[in-house]
């Protein structure tokens, strides 16, 4: 059984350190959230102009004004601030974030994502993730392995990019890849999900990849 949503989550929250400002995005990666280590100090941040989000609210207890950029309701925190997206986007251009954990619909073995639209499909907008794969100092991508059966790890993108080798990390249902976007070390698959094979992994990823010595 390859990881679940949940599990993947969890996941790549083991990437937050204490102190750091991060940026979730919508889909999976919102439920980075419910696995912030004890402890551990991280702000959240969001596109449209709040640092500090606090978690989902309990039934009944929604506040229509208090949503993030996915428009999902949320809570304010002792310590949340608001602003304009002007400033938000201050942020995230000025290189303030630490990292951002999003989705992609297709991810390339040098980094390339695309993750904001498929041709002759409508969609609302670009959002921000042009703005924060460009701005953070570290980008991690949450996704499903395979879509209808399709690869979407890639030797090349074929869906228009969102960023040009902007990836570090891919984490997907069925395991962890890091990738040297920069360098010539290219793609390398450095942990398993439980009940997974490698030669699953290899019959669902059309990118090329390295195993890396220390598997997990």
Known sequence: MAWTREEMAARAA?????????????????????YIPTGMAVQLQSENGMLG?????????????????????????PTTSFFSSADSFAMIRGGHIDL???????VAENGD????????????????????????????????????????????????LTGAQVVDMV????????????????????????GTTLDEIKAKTAAHYTVAPGLK
């Open 14 to 34: 083991k990437e937050l350190r204490d102190g750091f400002y991060v940026n979730l995005g919508i889909g999976i990666p919102t439920l980075v959230s419910n």
């Open 53 to 77: 989000t606090g978690p989902f609210p309990y039934e009944g207890e929604e506040d229509a004004d208090l949503i993030n950029a996915g428009k999902q309701t949320i809570t304010e925190l």
């Open 100 to 106: 951002s954990i999003l989705g992609a619909m297709q």
């Open 113 to 160: 994502l695309a993750n904001w639209m498929i041709p002759g499909k409508m969609v609302k907008g670009m959002g921000g993730a042009m703005d924060l794969v460009a701005g953070v100092k570290r980008v991690v991508v949450l996704m499903e392995h395979s879509a209808k059966n399709e690869p979407k790890l890639l030797p090349k993108c074929d869906l228009p």
């Open 171 to 194: 984490i997907t249902d069925l395991g962890v890849f890091t990738i040297d976007k920069h360098g010539k070390g290219g793609m390398t698959l450095v942990e398993v999900a439980n």
